[in-house]
């Protein structure tokens, strides 16, 4: 069993930067993929970044240049460094385990966090 947990969200202002940390508990994560994800009120939980077991690193478009996705095996731990945000990037912030699949769909995951809000104000 793994266990994901998030943390590191908060209120910034739009510009500001972030950094979320994504912790598993029990299992390694090291040999797995690991996603970020992000749900706003009234919309459906979409994709933000990716980051295979051998680093290789995928985004989603709307994040492309200002997050950054890396990991720290001996740590873990996943993180998400989030600069020059938006109003619209203002979500909870779901990690989850990346078990197969494309790297963009919530089903290709199987392990979820609790989430973490982070508000953006303008």
């Known amino acids: 069993q793994v266990v994901p947990v998030e943390s590191g969200g908060g209120l910034v202002q739009a510009g500001g930067s972030l950094r979320l940390s994504c912790a598993a508990s029990?299992?390694?994560?090291?040999?797995?993929?690991v996603g970020w994800f992000r749900q706003a009120p009234g919309k459906e939980r979409e994709f933000v970044a990716n980051?295979?077991?051998?680093?290789?690193?995928y985004y989603a478009d709307s994040v492309q240049g200002r997050f950054t996705i890396s990991r720290d095996n001996a740590k873990n731990t996943v993180y998400l460094q989030m600069n020059s945000l938006k109003p619209e990037d203002t979500a909870v912030y779901y990690c989850a385990r990346h078990r197969s699949g494309g790297a963009s769909y919530t089903s290709s995951y199987d392990y979820w966090g609790q989430g973490t809000q982070v508000t953006v104000s303008s």
């Open positions: 029990g299992r390694t994560f090291s040999t797995y993929g």
């Open positions: 980051i295979r077991n051998g680093g290789r690193t």
